[in-house]
């Protein structure tokens, strides 16, 4: 699913005896939870310390770019969910990719501009 539905919170709010705003209110203190659905497809860029210095901020700005985002976010057509992660766990493949849970090391802009123009449009 990718995201807490507000029925869920509804739900957590009644199993907890909690109110909807209490449970709200815990929710989103977490950056890390989505209220809405994700796009069609997901491309998530590290920007940890390593892939920081190997060029994970040229990578950002590419996609965004390509994305026609500002910053994280979706498209307006919902096709690209762009995330922002501090750690995909493979420092040693810096800068590293994940799109579509499918890890990506060694990636350059050139390459990742390629794929996302690939993706970005809505499926048929």
Known sequence: MGYIP???IE???SFTGSSV???WAVATFYTNF???PLGD???EICWGPTCHLLGAQGLLQ???AVLGLQTE???PDNAVTLKYNTCLGACSQAPVVMIDHQLMGQM????LKKITEGIKSPKS
């Not at 350059?108 to 390459?111: E, T």
């Open 21 to 23: 705003n209490d449970v």
């Open 108 to 111: 350059d802009a050139k390459k």
């Open 73 to 75: 976010g979706d498209t």
């Open 41 to 43: 497809h997901v491309v």
């Open 6 to 8: 507000v029925e869920g």
């Open 34 to 36: 989505r209220f809405k």
């Open 62 to 64: 590419e996609t965004q």
């Open 11 to 13: 739900e957590v709010a």
